[in-house]
């Protein structure tokens, strides 16, 4: 890591996410003077226009290695706001706050708020008591527990871990919900999943449209909201939107959003997604409590999160937002491959769209007008980085299959 005495007015994390781009852009174009810091050389947001300098911390992003590389390079420099997008990254700045406090203001929402946003359990014990819907489940510390849950919430049933970073010793790793057909997958799902000590919520599957309600909430207000629905995610189950669309807020999941918010008083930048059920009916999944891979969308139908989440930060005045344009169509097409990949090969087992259905719709976006992940005609280098890095990658996986093939 470089030396010097650099003034950085905001220091964006975890480089290699798709917000992280985004937050560089925004910010950047609003005449700010932006770092970005990833664990790794060749990333799409340090060839960025915007980007004054790429910090390079090699360790994992979730270490207390990457902490120290972190702040040692930070602490002869002055900077303004940190803004971090990984759960594991933000659980170590957690862990060190007063550390991180010190050399510079960090865009996270307070300890006690942060402890219900990040844990599904204490999230969803907060909107039922606020008479918010939310999924049937069961908590389980131990695959023993599997049977009564079968019987108490049927199949087919999605398990989650309680928190979706999961620590393991001094590393961890982000978990991702799973979608079980039998009692036999369930026990093992389960297995796997407590072995880092964490319980799991064993919940009913929905299966109606993915929404997301996005705000920036500060001082008791409400400065911007939006929504979006998610056409298909990575994991095809539920994770990362890949392919995805501005709508107008729902009047019942824009007012349960704000009210859950408040009583959390959750400050910053928050997503709250929700699933609806065969009716229409929403329930509510969890709370990102950090800018989202999905913020794109947000910030071209008009909402430029990273821009109010900086304002908060800094705790100068934050703009309001109050309109927003409807029907923005936002792809990652790299992440849309994979996805529609693993529903060809599932061939509708896992409740996705059978195998012609997957393709056809993979292929009909192409049609239909929408702005790519990564790509800006005024800042075009990182979408080359980041197709380059996809080819490179599955390329690998090719070759993987192959090899197993012709064993």
């Given at each position: 890591?470089s030396?010097?005495s650099?003034?950085f ?10 917000q992280?781009?985004?937050?560089v ?13 990833g664990?790794?050389r ?5 060839a960025?226009?915007?980007?004054a300098e790429?910090?390079v911390?090699?360790?994992d992003?979730?270490?207390d290695q990457y902490?120290?590389?972190?702040l040692a390079?930070?602490s002869p ?14 659980s170590?700045?957690r862990?060190?706050?007063a550390?991180v406090?010190s050399v510079?203001?960090?865009a996270?929402?307070?300890e ?8 599904k ?5 907060v ?8 999924p049937?489940?069961e908590r389980l510390?131990?695959?023993?527990q599997?049977?009564n849950?079968v019987a108490?919430?049927?199949l087919?049933a999605?398990?989650k871990p ?22 036999e ?6 297995e796997?999943?407590t072995?880092?000590g ?8 929905l299966?109606?449209a ?12 409400m400065?911007?909201?939006f929504?979006q629905f ?6 095809p ?10 709508m107008p807020?729902?009047?019942?999941i824009g007012r349960?959003a704000?009210?859950?918010i408040?009583e959390?008083?959750?400050e910053?930048y928050s997503e709250?997604e ?8 929403p329930?509510l999944?969890?709370i990102?409590?950090?800018l989202s ?8 139908a008009g ?8 304002q908060?930060?800094?705790g100068g005045?934050i703009d309001?937002?109050?309109?927003y ?5 936002m ?14 090969q599932d ?10 259905r997957?393709?056809?719709?993979f292929i009909?976006?192409?049609f239909?007008?929408m702005?790519?992940d990564?790509?800006q ?12 890095g996809?080819a490179r ?7 993987s299959?192959a090899r197993k093939?012709?064993?």
């Open positions: 890591m030396a010097g650099s003034r007015d905001a220091v964006v994390l975890n480089a290699s996410q798709r992280s781009l985004m937050s852009r925004s910010l950047g174009r609003r005449g700010l003077t932006v770092a970005a810091a664990n790794e060749r990333i799409p947001a340090f960025s226009r915007w980007c790429g910090v911390c090699p360790a992003e979730g270490s902490l120290e590389q972190l390079w930070l420099r002055r900077a303004g706001v940190l803004i971090p997008a990984h759960d594991g990254t933000i170590v700045l862990r060190h706050r550390r406090e510079a203001r960090l996270l929402a307070s006690a708020a942060l402890a219900i946003a990040v844990n359990e204490r999230t969803l014990a909107a039922q008591r606020l008479g918010l819907r939310a049937v489940q510390t131990d695959a023993a599997v049977s849950a108490e919430i049927g087919p999605v398990i309680n928190e979706s970073w999961v620590e393991q010793g001094d590393r961890g790793t982000w978990v991702g919900p799973e979608l079980v057909f039998t009692a997958e369930a026990t093992r799902a389960v796997r999943l072995r880092s964490q319980a799991v919520l064993y919940q009913q599957y299966t109606g993915r929404e997301a309600v996005s705000v920036l909430y500060a001082r008791g207000e400065y911007a909201r929504a998610a056409q298909r995610t990575h994991p189950l539920g994770g990362q939107s890949v392919l995805r669309c501005s807020v729902p009047d019942d349960q704000e009210r859950l408040r959390i008083d959750l910053g709250i929700f699933r609806r059920d065969a009716s229409g009916a329930y999944m969890e990102n409590p950090r891979a999905s913020v794109e969308v947000a910030v071209r909402v430029d999160f990273p821009w109010l989440l900086y908060w930060a800094s005045p309001r937002v109050t309109d344009r409807i029907g923005t169509w792809r990652h097409l790299g992440g849309d491959v994979t996805t529609t990949i693993e529903m060809i061939r509708g087992r896992r409740g996705g769209p059978p195998p012609a997957a393709a056809w719709d009909r976006a192409f239909t007008p702005g790519y990564y790509f005609w005024s800042d075009p280098v990182p979408a080359g980085l980041a197709t380059l996809f990658e599955f390329l690998g996986r090719l070759r299959l093939v012709l064993r």
